[in-house]
């Protein structure tokens, strides 16, 4: 009799974003007629520059990656003015959270995060069989978070800003609050801001400066990824920045060449790639006004963001499941969030042309 952990059991499988070839197969759209608004992916695609190293590495398969990830440390470390000691690399910062996880959580341990939040920092706590708690509303408020904190006392406490899958952003008062009741508290705080350089772009008050974050903090840790603005999300390239004890600690339980030589110089290429972000930013925060428009054109609430998606609100007398899978039916793939108990739908902005689609599909299936 094999004896799985019981609370392995109870883990949710991680539900990703519908894949073209889904609606190809099942409803045989055209490949590129397929509009996947799903993701948060870079709709302008793989940086250039990154193109242009894997191509260039691509005969170095055979050998074992730099271990040491000595220079992508190293640019990363120099972006954000600290010390390679206080970086670390992931398999995407997905993995960053999985080594977060580890060093802190077992069967009698707490998480507190918002309540609508990133849905891998649940899973990875139930892989220790520690316990979720959640505030009220998907916001980071920090009078729900602080009486939270003192009331469990959790282990970690998670910040998603921007906010994923609802795309408002915190306040830095409100940040430096929470970390601080976390503090005094003995929890590790995971800032994540896989969405950052879309908001330090939309609006530089929600900008979180990881630097000035570990200066003041030592139980901080700043989640970055390549998977979103960078365009790198099949690469799984993302960082931790904390201070040299917790990095230390997450060091231990990093599995050797956790990421491939590939991987590493795309990541390393896209940090130089500046047109392809700027193009990147100002197409996207074009477009994002464009889904406001539509938005309150069509009578529909949305959340407002500060992501590289938007967050509508449908209103009481229409599904979003019904939505979504009308949408789906003709090709274009968003996210419903009627799995996080929200009557909402979460679309990734794209390309001009892809929005126009998104925008009169989605006008039919609210007639
Ligand atoms: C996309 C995302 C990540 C990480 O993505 P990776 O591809 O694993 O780097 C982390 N947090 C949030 C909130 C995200 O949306």
């Given at each position: 009799?094999i004896?799985?952990?019981p609370?392995?059991?109870n883990?949710?499988?991680y539900?990703?974003g ?5 609606a190809v ?7 590129d007629?397929v509009?996947k608004l799903?993701s ?5 695609g ?6 242009e190293?894997i191509k260039?590495f691509?005969?170095?398969a055979?050998l074992?990656?730099?271990?040491s990830?000595y220079?992508?440390?190293?640019k ?28 802190l959580?077992s069967?009698d ?7 609508v ?5 649940d899973?990875?706590a139930?892989?220790?069989g ?17 009486p939270l904190i003192?009331e469990?006392?959790p ?7 921007p906010n994923?899958p609802t795309?408002?952003?915190t ?6 609050k929470?970390?601080e009741a ?14 950052m350089?879309?908001?330090?772009y ?8 990881p630097k000035?974050?570990i200066?003041?903090?030592?139980n901080?840790?700043?989640l ?8 790198l999300g099949?690469?799984?390239?993302g960082?931790g920045i904390?201070s040299?004890?917790?990095?230390e ?15 590493m110089?795309a ?16 197409l996207?925060s ?9 938005a309150k054109?069509?009578?529909?609430d949305?959340?407002e963001?500060y992501?590289?998606?938007i967050?509508y609100l449908m209103?009481?007398d ?11 039916q ?6 419903d969030?009627?799995s996080y ?6 679309i990734t902005v ?6 126009d ?7 039919e299936?609210?007639?």
């Open positions: 009799m004896e799985i952990k609370y392995i059991k883990i949710p499988v539900e990703a519908k894949p073209v070839e889904l197969r099942e409803f045989g759209i055209a490949e007629e509009v799903a948060n992916e870079n709709p302008l793989t940086p250039p520059k990154a193109v190293a260039k691509a005969n170095k055979h074992y990656p730099d271990d990830m220079r992508l440390k190293g990363l470390a120099n972006r954000f003015g600290v010390d390679d000691k206080n970086v670390i690399i992931g398999a995407g910062s997905d993995q960053v959270i999985s080594f977060i996880s580890h060093i959580l069967e341990k707490k998480i507190l995060t918002s309540a939040s990133f849905a891998m920092y899973i990875y139930k892989h220790h520690a316990k979720v708690i959640k505030t009220k509303s998907y916001k980071h408020l920090s009078n729900e978070f602080i003192k469990h006392k282990s970690i406490v998670y910040i998603c800003t994923n795309g408002d952003a306040t830095k008062e409100e940040i430096y929470i970390i976390s503090y005094k508290s003995g929890a590790v705080a995971v800032v994540d801001g896989a969405y350089e879309y908001a330090s939309l609006c530089s008050d929600y900008e979180i400066n000035e974050l200066q003041k903090y030592p901080v840790v700043y970055g990824t390549f998977s979103k603005a960078y365009g099949g690469m799984r390239v960082y904390a040299k004890e917790l990095i600690d997450m060091m231990r339980v990093r599995p050797p060449f956790n990421i491939t030589t590939l991987s110089e990541a390393i290429s896209a940090l130089d790639d500046d047109e392809f972000i700027k193009q990147s930013l100002e996207h074009k477009e994002l006004i464009r889904y406001k428009e539509f054109e069509s009578g529909l949305y959340i963001s992501t590289n998606f967050t209103p009481n229409l599904n979003s499941t019904d939505i979504y899978k009308y949408l789906f003709r090709g274009v793939i968003v996210r969030l009627a108990g929200m009557n909402a739908l979460r794209g390309t001009e042309k892809q929005n689609k998104l925008f009169s599909v989605l006008s299936a609210i007639k």
